[in-house]
């Protein structure tokens, strides 16, 4: 339920009321205690990298001293590592309406995309557009356009919202319609149903790229029928620093699908040690080569977290947490507008507010103990990770942020140096 | 020092006192300290998994739980992780004699493949051949073919004896010369300086897969004008498993190399966040996406190891195993051919024999704790990894190959299922 925009504004206590009241009863008020934070940080930043599962310490030293350390290379089939992408893949396909099969984990996002941009044109030869989103994170449209080289396709821009009307003028012309469901600076979301049918209607592909919906959106691929798919682990899924992303190629496609990074795990049979490539007849011809393990079973026993949680529930979760912020912010620092929209049925797991000193009001706010992350040039973004951010964080987060505004935090010269990573 | 194989086979014992020397005497002996082996296992396999060194649980968990649990999101500026991949590539680079500021590491062997084959190729427009040895790794050659595809190139096969011989006749077409130092099934090296001459005499780039090179031989890129290189993590540096891969560029080629695979992290300011690429100007346009943090903090660690050892001194401990290997199987087991060369110096990390009941052989010896390798069709593949294998291991592994074979354990139906792993 949007908040009212003319409604009276609530006090700093009222919120607070508020935010422990939702704390007290919202269904799945227990996930914020499987994580370990620094006590007394307020960390908006999930979205850039999840909070460390609790138990995530004992599962990574069992990994290194006993998989690797005792094991050594049985543990390839002892252990499971040599299936490990694909049961890593389903176990994240859950999350995003996948049924098991579709997914696999591995590379990196950046890889992962490029796989399926070549093997998307591929799939509809003779027809050279590529549709994309020029406010894409760059990553997507560095690649897309490495790809379009490749293969002769015309990269042609355009935002979601235009997409319909681009298809209906030049659809058959369109091999790919490649977006992001969440804006990776606002956080308004698009409608992957509907843009998808609008891309099978012209006869083209839909590539979704899930970096910041997957854990924190209800998006459903095999509902929506979307043919590709690319994500991020070590954002709401809290896998870990660069833990391996995931790629989702619908079943359909499975055995015409003709990546370009043809490494030796996408081989039918990889033992036979064959200098001709044949690819296997699943997901797996999305795998390329030795996947790094340590990474990817931190990142499978971060998933625990989410066995006995229902997706719907956290997409729910996530809209009770980023509903209080809008209203937060709205009602405590009104002259900040919202860089998105303010339903929170629109939003992902981040929303943002414009400042032209967004850098300084970031520093600020971190040299309070709440972390939250600029984009240039004037967006102040907070992250909403659902199974690790409580309603008190936001309410708190918003008051620092009106108390830096107040003394004026925000232009201190110590804040006013630019980041090379945020 | 080849061992003379008209001398009188020398006997068990004289084989186990001659190693216990050896362990005595080798300047490195105190090398295997650094490591955790299981009580009483032979491990042979170091060259497909290396053992894990004693001191890297406790560097995993600090990357764990207080560089990503406290530090969090700060970590990429706090810890350097944005760094990290230059500053180990440096230290990887050191083993190969590369001058700092030329090795990246991050990605997979096979990912980083697919960049130097594209790139390579780019390099030398008009030029359509490029020269790749048929029995190299399967994945070198399905990228190839996959690059080839795409660039409209052919692949033209030659052992790497008989380049020099293509040169001399196709050399104005060759754009690139593909070879791996080290023969992964036989050992067997072939001469890096000679064929990068070789192919630069042709006008062509050479290209060296080092995978089972680092950390065994003396490989020296910069001396030997190598263009392009790209190596394992996770064999004889003991990374761990998966362990990033690194990739080479020859500081003349970093501001023309022109990469593939055009991820955020490879762009010359990445927190513009920019839209169009634009190359870093050095070895950082390799970068593709963001690396798995936990697995290349692994090899980080790893590689402390090094720290004090000079890399000739490791190849001549390496030569001093292999060489001990060598006689030991030609006096114990004279029955069984070696694969690839006898002489040491011709040899990288790992002897190769060949059985018709390979496969049998080597789970007969897992079976009395000795772990070796099969590889398809034939071979019983013996690693030794320099920092961690001993002497008397290689002596005590050859007498337990001599028992199974005497025993007859490597025809017992229990040995003889195909593995799907090895």
């Not at 964080?393 to 935090?409: K, M, N, Q, S, T």
Request: hydrophobic residues 45%.
């Amino acid at each position: 339920m949007p908040p009212d925009a003319t409604a009276t504004p609530t006090s700093p206590a009222g919120l607070r009321r508020l935010a422990a009241s939702l704390d007290e009863h919202e269904p799945l008020r227990h996930l914020p205690s499987r994580y370990l934070l620094p006590e007394g940080l307020v960390y908006l930043d999930g979205n850039s990298l999840g909070a460390l599962p609790r138990h995530v310490p004992d599962a990574v030293a069992d990994v290194v001293r006993r998989q690797w350390g005792e094991g050594l290379v049985a543990s390839w089939n002892d252990e499971g590592w040599w299936q490990a992408p694909q049961r890593v893949g389903d176990r994240v396909g859950r999350l995003v309406g996948a049924a098991p099969g579709q997914v696999v984990v591995g590379d990196s996002t950046s890889v992962h995309l490029f796989q399926c941009y070549v093997a998307a044109a591929r799939l509809r030869p003779g027809r050279r557009v590529v549709v994309a989103d020029p406010d894409a994170f760059p990553t997507d449209l560095h690649l897309l356009s490495s790809a379009a080289r490749l293969l002769d396709l015309d990269v042609v821009p355009a935002r979601p919202a235009d997409v319909p009307t681009l298809l209906a003028a030049r659809g058959a012309e369109v091999a790919l319609v490649a977006l992001s469901e969440v804006d990776y600076r606002t956080g308004e979301r698009c409608d992957v149903p509907a843009l998808t049918s609008a891309a099978h209607g012209a006869g083209a592909l839909a590539l979704w790229d899930l970096a910041h919906s997957v854990g924190a959106t209800d998006v459903d691929l095999d509902a929506a029928g979307a043919d590709l798919a690319v994500g991020c682990s070590y954002k709401h899924l809290c896998g870990g620093p660069g833990a391996p992303a995931w790629v989702y190629v619908a079943s359909r496609h499975q055995r015409s699908v003709d990546p370009p990074l043809t490494g030796w795990h996408g081989h039918a049979d990889p033992f036979a040690m064959d200098g001709r490539y044949e690819a296997a007849d699943d997901v797996r011809r999305m795998r390329i080569g030795t996947p790094p393990m340590v990474s990817l079973l931190a990142l499978d026993a971060a998933l625990d977290v989410f066995d006995d949680v229902e997706p719907s529930r956290l997409r729910e979760r996530s809209t009770s947490l980023v509903g209080l912020l809008v209203r937060a912010l709205r009602d405590v620092v009104p002259e900040l507008p919202l860089a998105g929209p303010g339903d929170p049925a629109l939003l992902g797991g981040h929303v943002a507010v414009r400042s032209p000193d967004a850098y300084g009001v970031v520093r600020a706010l971190a040299a309070r103990g709440v972390v939250g992350d600029f984009r240039a040039p004037d967006l102040v973004r907070l992250g909403v990770c659902a199974p690790t951010t409580t309603h008190a964080d936001l309410v708190e987060g918003v008051l620092a942020l009106r108390a830096v505004l107040d003394a004026g935090e925000h232009v201190d010269p110590a804040h006013a140096v630019r980041s090379t990573v945020t």
